[in-house]
């Protein structure tokens, strides 16, 4: 079984899929390393891979949009299970902390540790780049470079810890997914779904929202993301707790969604699966 996930080796997203296989009991799956989220997303939409991990939230920076709009985009994907990983970056690099003028990561993880930099290296130039593990492999060897990644990043490109942790927020975590094409699990603590609107009225986001408040269907999270074809028009992502002390969640769920169903144009349940917090 082949496994695709954001790389290159040393990634959160690595820690995350090794956490998953383990979990699914999957231990001998091949892991395979993907240049970008939506790279990550393609290769199992294609049938390159059999799965995919992939970071969907930050609760420092909030949803990840290319997996959102990655998910839009390949209704066939179903989520098997989630997983929140806490996240702890490290300033990696091979020279003097002193001598930082550039300090490469990915965009989130910049952003995670925008205070921190503000008030250690203010002069140093932010370079964004495709992952948090691409950035230790650039920095290695450089006297001016430095690196925000994970301390196991660092390991894998014999780079020096010049601080840790580094993110502003303590309690830093991240929600990956574990993707896979087939059918979705309508049972488990949570569920996932996307929607547009067919009307853009007053009252009609409302109206949706409903359809989960009156079951009892609690809302962990909304996010909408512009639908690409004229402006005003949103799709909005769902994540719905179902509570197991209830007679039928799936039951609940499934009514919810036909009762929906004819306010939206589109509508796309990427399942209901077990969630696992390692925070």
């Not at 040393?10 to 956490?19: D, P, S």
């Not at 962990?220 to 769902?238: A, T, W």
Request: charged letters at 15%; one cysteine or more.
């Amino acid at each position: 079984m082949r496994i695709a996930f954001l790389g290159p080796v040393g990634t959160y997203g690595e820690q995350a899929a090794l956490q998953l296989l383990r979990l699914e009991s999957l231990e001998g799956a091949e892991l395979v390393p993907q240049q970008g989220i939506r790279a990550v997303i393609q290769a199992v939409a294609d049938g390159g891979c059999e799965a995919a991990v992939v970071p969907v939230e930050n609760s420092v920076e909030g949803g990840v949009t290319a997996c959102l709009d990655a998910l839009w985009e390949h209704p066939d994907l179903a989520i098997a299970h989630a997983l929140v990983l806490p996240i702890r970056h490290a300033l990696l690099g091979s020279g003097p902390l002193e001598g930082i003028s550039e300090v490469l990561s990915h965009p989130q993880a910049l952003a995670q540790c925008s205070q921190w930099l503000a008030e250690h290296l203010p002069q140093a130039l932010q370079l964004p780049t495709s992952s948090t593990a691409d950035a230790a492999r650039m920095v290695a060897g450089s006297r001016f470079r430095a690196a925000i990644a994970s301390r196991q990043a660092g390991i894998e490109h014999g780079l020096t810890e010049l601080a840790y942790p580094v993110n502003d927020a303590a309690g830093n975590c991240t929600r990956f997914l574990l993707l896979r094409r087939g059918p979705r699990g309508r049972s488990g603590p949570l569920a996932s779904l996307a929607f547009s609107l067919r009307s853009n009225q007053p009252g009609a986001l409302l109206r949706a929202l409903a359809c989960f408040a009156h079951r009892q269907l609690n809302m962990s999270r909304i996010e909408s993301r512009p639908s690409k074809r004229e402006l005003g028009e949103y799709i909005f992502f769902v994540d719905l707790e179902l509570p197991p002390q209830a007679d039928n969640p799936a039951a609940a769920l499934a009514a919810a969604l036909e009762e929906l169903e004819p306010l939206c144009e589109h509508l796309t349940l990427f399942g209901a699966y077990p969630l696992t917090n390692l925070a």
